[in-house]
Structure formats: structure tokens, C-alpha cells
């Protein structure tokens, strides 16, 4: 027996990442394109809420900027559609606030700040070296053109590492003599560091030390967008079982 057709939004369908995902959803059996949503395209939706009131869509996949991807994704919840998020810039209070409308409407939502499956690892690992080693710091890098930060990958390592305790601090930073800012951001209890200069895609590192050794865990992203696609159709299919935000594409790996 055929399966059911997802149909899917696409914002950012003429971007770097959407673009890929797109003609990937296009290429699938089981999934088809029904709109893009893109500010260049006149051929295009510029608007997501334009989109999902002319064409009816199961799931909108976003892959747009910091500046607007909360208000796609609250158009989406609105309008009973789910959503798969792979744009970062959202804070934890954004994500508390999609949950909560997002289980109000009863659909899902599935955000990571990396759809590869080694970032998803780099979450998972990250996790674990955690249990075992209290004292860790992230790196972020990102080019220099990045707007956000940190990315949403390392805000992701973050939280997930919170969630298993929060590291030691030889030095409280309150009595940190100098500038306190080249300490980083604390992001979920962990200090941040983002880096922003040209050549750098995005590589999240997460560096646990203890006396005498470290363990450094690091994703580089390389310069094509074909390790996002996979995690992203993963994503798409897996969303609308879900009600709910589930963060990380780790959470669908088994």
C-alpha cells in the first residue's frame, strides 16, 4: 500500500541549505514541494503566512536568519502546520514559548542548529563525555559574516550538556580581574566562545580538560550543504508524529 505524500513549505528555497533540501524533497517518493517561501524569488511566497494560507502544507521547513525564523515558525504552529527548524538565532525562552503553542495546537516541531548526523553525534558524545569529565568550555566558529551568535549548534551543546550538570569553575566569574567578556558568554551554564573570521563554515568544538589531559570534540562543516539534507528529511518525516518542540536531531537517531 502507497504511504501518504508529506507536503512540504520550504523557506529560504533559494539559500544555500533550502535550495539542497528542496530538490531533495523533490527527488523523494514519499515527500513533495508544494511552496517556497523566499524574499528573492519573485516566483516565490514572501512571506510564510502568505504561503501556508494560499497552499495547504503538512510541515514547513525553515532555512532562513535569525531575524525572522521565530516569526515563520510561530505563522506555521498558527496555522496547525509543523515545523522542522534548521535556521538558528532563537534564545531557551523562544524555544519554552514555540513548545508551549506548539503543544496548544497539538503538532511538532523538531529544531536543530545542525541537521548532519557527526553534529547530531557531536551533541551525543559531548553528552556523555560530561558524565565523566566536570570541567569543559565550547568554541564556536563561524565566518565572519555570521550575524548570530553563538551559533546554534553550540547553544544546542550547551543545553545538552546542562542537562547532564553544570561544569566546574576554578574561577567564579564575578572575580575574574580584567574584562569579564573574554570569558566568553554563559550560555546554559557553559562558557561560549565565538569566533567570527573569514574561511570558517561552521565548527562547533567542545574541549573537557582535567589535570594533566584533554578531550577535544569537534564538527567542522565543510562547504557543501549535502551533510544537512539527510538529517532534514529525516526530520520531515519523523515531525508529524510528535507533539511538541524535541531539540536536536540526536533525539531522532537510534
Known amino acids: 500500500m502507497a504511504r501518504d505524500v508529506i507536503r512540504v513549505c520550504v523557506t529560504g528555497v533559494t539559500g ?33 503566512a502568505e504561503a501556508l494560507d494560499a497552499v495547504g502544507a503538512d510541515v514547513l521547513v525553515d532555512y532562513t536568519h535569525a531575524a525572522v525564523v521565530k516569526q515563520n515558525v510561530v ?23 514555540i513548545d508551549a503553542a506548539a503543544r ?10 545542525n541537521f548532519s548526523v557527526t553534529a547530531a553525534l557531536l551533541l551525543r558524545f559531548s553528552a556523555e563525555a560530561a558524565r565523566h569529565l ?24 550547551a543545553e545538552r550538556l546542562d542537562a547532564v550538570r553544570a561544569p566546574k569553575v576554578r574561577v567564579p566569574l564575578d572575580e575574574v580581574h580584567g574584562a569579564r567578556d573574554a570569558r566568553g558568554a554563559t550560555i546554559a551554564g557553559t562558557q561560549v566562545h565565538s569566533v567570527r573570521l573569514p574561511s570558517f563554515t561552521v565548527s562547533t568544538e567542545t574541549v573537557f580538560a582535567a589535570e594533566g ?15 544537512y539534507v539527510a538529517g532534514t528529511l529525516l526530520a520531515v518525516r519523523a515531525v508529524g508524529g510528535r507533539t511538541g518542540l524535541t531539540r536536536g536531531l540526536d533525539q531522532l537517531l537510534g
Do not use: C
Open 16 to 48: 544555500w541549505t533550502g535550495s539542497a533540501v528542496a530538490a531533495a524533497i523533490e527527488a523523494s517518493d514519499d515527500l513533495e514541494l508544494v511552496v517556497g517561501v523566499s524574499r528573492s524569488d519573485p516566483g516565490a511566497f514572501s512571506s510564510v
Open 75 to 97: 505563522a506555521a504552529i498558527e496555522r496547525g502546520v509543523a515545523v522542522v527548524v534548521g535556521s538558528s538565532g532563537m534564545s531557551a525562552a523562544d524555544y519554552e514559548e
Open 104 to 113: 496548544e495546537k497539538n503538532v511538532g516541531v523538531i529544531a536543530a542548529g
Open 134 to 157: 566536570e570541567m569543559w568550555e565550547v568554541i564556536d566558529y563561524a565566518s565572519a559574516t555570521k550575524q548570530d551568535a553563538p551559533s546554534g549548534t553550540s547553544r544546542e551543546v
Open 213 to 227: 589531559e584533554r578531550l577535544s570534540i569537534r564538527h567542522d562543516a565543510g562547504e557543501s550543504a549535502a551533510p
